[in-house]
């Protein structure tokens, strides 16, 4: 039995794209994933499945002062260092982390408490998992493409 050459088929040019897609892959998914947060942020929620119709909406303030610093100002923003430490924290093929670190009460705003309302900006989304689905096809597309 012998085998054809078969007309625009280079397994060694598909190796080397596969090897250079498999290096750019987990920086791509990462920057995709800090993206979709952040956007999630600026709109007010809607960026998890927890917050799919959006953060609830911050109480009347007690203070005229306080009333008048909040008019027009997105949800949990005052000094923006919250939204700002949204970062890619690990990337490796194997295991991407986005999310914050310095700021301390960040996961209690993002899980909730007995006395706090949850407004949840990082966690499972359905909308973010086919984003990092359609990207990995793209990405493949361009090595398999005969």
């Known amino acids: 039995m012998t085998l054809k050459k078969t007309k625009g088929f280079n397994f060694d040019k598909i190796k080397t794209d596969f090897v250079v897609v498999k290096s750019k892959i987990p920086l791509r998914l990462a920057n995709d994933v800090q993206q979709h ?13 927890a917050s799919i119709g ?10 005229a002062r306080e009333r008048k610093r909040s008019v027009g100002r997105a949800l949990l923003v ?18 991407i982390t986005v999310g914050t670190r310095s700021i301390p009460y960040a996961g209690y705003i993002n899980d909730g408490t007995e006395k706090m309302v949850q ?25 398999f493409k005969i």
């Open 37 to 49: 947060f952040l956007k999630g942020f600026r709109r007010g929620g809607g960026s998890t499945n």
């Open 78 to 95: 005052r000094s923006g260092k919250m939204r700002s430490d949204i970062k890619k924290r690990k990337i490796s093929f194997n295991n």
């Open 54 to 63: 959006g953060w609830t909406k911050r109480k009347t303030s007690r203070s």
């Open 119 to 143: 407004r949840e900006f990082i966690g499972d989304s359905r909308v973010l998992e086919r984003k990092i689905e359609k990207r990995l096809l793209r990405e493949f597309d361009k090595v």
